[in-house]
C-alpha cells in the first residue's frame, strides 16, 4: 500500500500554468504505475494522465495531451503533474493515484487502488 498526498492547486488565470505534486510514501513506491484524476462539481471522476512504474511510458487524455505533463522521480518518491496553457473547463479538485497492477494506460478510476486527498484548481476566464 501507497499513501499519497497533493499539493500545488491554487487559482490562475486562463492561459496560466499550474504544478501539481504528489508526496508518496511506501517502501515499494517505485513498482506502482501512477496516475492523475479529476473531478469537477456534479461530474464523475476523469481520467487525465497516467504513467508507468520506472516512467518509460505515458497516457494522456485528449483533453491535455500538449497541455498537461505528467513525471516522476522515484529517489525522491514524488510525482508531478505540469498543467499549461489552463482553461476554465480545467477546473476541478485533481487526485493522485496509484495501481499496483494495471494502472498505465488505464482511465478506469476502479484500477487505482490508493488515492490521495486532492487539489482544488481553479482556472477563471
Known amino acids: 500500500q501507497v499513501q499519497l498526498v497533493e499539493s500545488g492547486g491554487g487559482l490562475v488565470q486562463a492561459g496560466g500554468s499550474l504544478r501539481l505534486s504528489c508526496a508518496a510514501s511506501g517502501r515499494t513506491f517505485s513498482s506502482y504505475d501512477m496516475g492523475w484524476f479529476r473531478q469537477a462539481p456534479g461530474k464523475e471522476r476523469e481520467f487525465v494522465a497516467t504513467?508507468?512504474?520506472?516512467?518509460?511510458?505515458?497516457y494522456y487524455a485528449d483533453s491535455v495531451k500538449g497541455r498537461f505533463t505528467i513525471a516522476r522521480d522515484n529517489a525522491k518518491k514524488m510525482v508531478y503533474l505540469q498543467l499549461n496553457s489552463l482553461k476554465p473547463e480545467d477546473t476541478a479538485v485533481y487526485y493522485c493515484?496509484?495501481?499496483?497492477?494495471?494502472?498505465?494506460?488505464?482511465?478506469?478510476?476502479?484500477?487505482?487502488?490508493?488515492w490521495g486527498q486532492g487539489t482544488q484548481v481553479t482556472v477563471s476566464s
Open positions: 493515484a496509484a495501481a499496483r497492477i494495471g494502472g498505465w494506460g488505464s482511465s478506469d478510476p476502479n484500477d487505482f487502488g490508493s
Open positions: 504513467m508507468s512504474a520506472n516512467g518509460g511510458r505515458t
